[in-house]
């Protein structure tokens, strides 16, 4: 099936041209960006244009940063075709709820997808959960924000969520394998002077699971998740790759190995059965930190 | 039936007191409250205590301040009593999931109360517009903090809310009674410099409507609503109470008289039906103006 790409920047180049190139699914056949091209496939600069030209394209993936993205979505939604948001899938709760109505209406498919919850040891760690009392965690989640979004301004602007863009990646995990919904009960939000979101937040979570998140880590970075319970104590490192139980390796589920294919190869089996998967636990989680977390002005930051 | 009232502050005793002395469904039987009390009715500080001494209550409406509200709503799911839940139901969004689950679990009815959706015009306002397209419009949401909230520091605390306290009122009208659902596309926050919470804020949605709020107003209060239509302009005042269609009013429904008894009588209903009513998109309107919202700073302001 003929795909187009929108927002040709880092994570696109990165991660879903390389999916694209490898999957046995899709074929990309068009790309939307102001800037950006992939060597070999039609580049537009209009999304309506783009979808005109291609009647053959019958999915569009978009990785475009959230504000500008819900026109987009609109646009692909409204000329029939399936749609797959890179996270988070939008800059509101509101509009993912109008994406998600649109979508129904048109019988198309939409998939927001959490490319974390696709990492290696993450099935293996919810199915260890099941039927297990988490009685504490700790989610430490620190990288480094020059080193991944490289002058990418757009990500510390009002509705850019800061260190919330990595630090959902963790919240998608930890919804994804806890056996009962997480649930905020305070938070810390430090907001450099000149600009507006987060540059590192602490969480607290009912049940003693607490959250480090920092954008400002140089050296070695760490995506980590270490939950104890009743029967034992989980850790999951590498963004979700490596499982331990006790201190013991786990060998993970296996099937697709990376992220990004095994996205694409769900959303060609969602497309295949007419459905859809929309999971807002993780931006229901940012929203509430947003609204309930406590303020402090750090030092001001420049990439 | 039988009914306890948590939270003896300004709002129970201006409203929910004496709704409930008038309603012909409920006997108020107790209250639970750190110092207020109401004449004649047991008291108590402890909710636990309070259930364990009258398991002929039935139901607990919540009248407490956002933050303190979740323990108490889940001590009243986890005694199997029905619950009422002043606005906003919660601090977070996921904590009003988490309720909405425990209810369905122990069977009981859960109400997330919106009381201005019981104002006099919204009813038949939401009749008329229901078929037209709205083609813009105005919120007008101001007050003054100081004679509402009366010392009342939570409330520009973290999880407060601040000015959407009273503007989230005027969010439950609109999402209640546009034909299609409301989307936030912009919002700036004015937070005092010695607080947490907004103390005014504009918010900019889709399809051209836009909101002013602002807890500073002083002389009139303006509690206004105007919608432009393909078919004539609507136009809510007096915080939903007065509907008028191209300048001339038009009478309201009728049924019963104040928002308060309104809440009381449906709460009853849903109770008799073994139905619940939870209804976020205030809600989410609100986290989605946290989320996506530009801070700036105003000057201080105290009680």
Redesign the interface.
């Known amino acids: 099936m003929k795909i187009a790409l929108a927002g040709i920047g880092k994570i696109a180049l990165d991660q879903h041209v390389p999916a694209l190139a490898a999957s046995p699914d899709w074929t990309l056949a068009a790309t939307l960006s102001r800037h950006g091209r992939v060597e070999g496939v039609p580049a537009f600069a209009d999304i309506d244009a783009m979808l005109a030209a291609h009647p053959d394209i019958g999915a569009v993936s978009l990785c475009l940063p959230p504000?500008p993205r819900f026109d987009a979505a609109q646009a692909v939604l409204r000329a029939g075709r399936h749609l797959m948001l890179e996270k988070p899938p939008g800059?509101?709760?509101?509009?993912v709820?109008?994406l998600q109505?649109m979508a129904a209406d048109a019988g198309v498919t939409i998939f927001a997808t959490w490319h974390s919850r696709m990492a290696l040891g993450v099935a293996a760690a919810r199915d260890w959960l099941a039927g297990r009392r988490v009685t504490g965690g700790r989610i430490t989640w620190r990288e480094d924000v020059r080193h991944w979004h490289p002058g990418q301004d757009w990500i510390f602007e009002?509705?850019g969520?800061g260190v919330f863009d990595p630090g959902i990646n963790a919240l998608s995990i930890l919804t994804h394998i806890l056996p009962t919904?997480?649930?905020?009960t305070a938070?810390e939000l430090d907001i450099p002077a000149n600009r507006?979101a987060p540059i590192a937040a602490r969480l607290d979570f009912a049940g003693g699971i607490t959250a480090d998140l920092d954008f400002r880590q140089q050296g070695p970075q760490t995506w980590d998740i270490a939950l104890e319970t009743d029967g034992g104590r989980l850790a999951l490192s590498q963004g979700g790759n490596l499982l331990e139980i006790d201190d013991r390796p786990v060998q993970g589920r296996g099937g697709i190995a990376g992220e990004y294919p095994a996205l694409y190869a769900r959303m060609a089996d969602l497309v295949a059965r007419g459905a859809s998967d929309v999971d807002l636990?993780p931006m229901?989680?940012?929203?509430?930190a947003?609204?309930?977390?406590?303020?402090a002005t750090v030092a001001s930051f420049d990439f």
Chains 1, 2 share one sequence.
């Open positions: 504000v800059a509101t709760l509101a509009e709820h109008a109505a009002a509705g969520m919904p997480a649930r905020l938070a507006q636990a229901v989680l940012v929203a509430d947003f609204t309930l977390g406590r303020r």
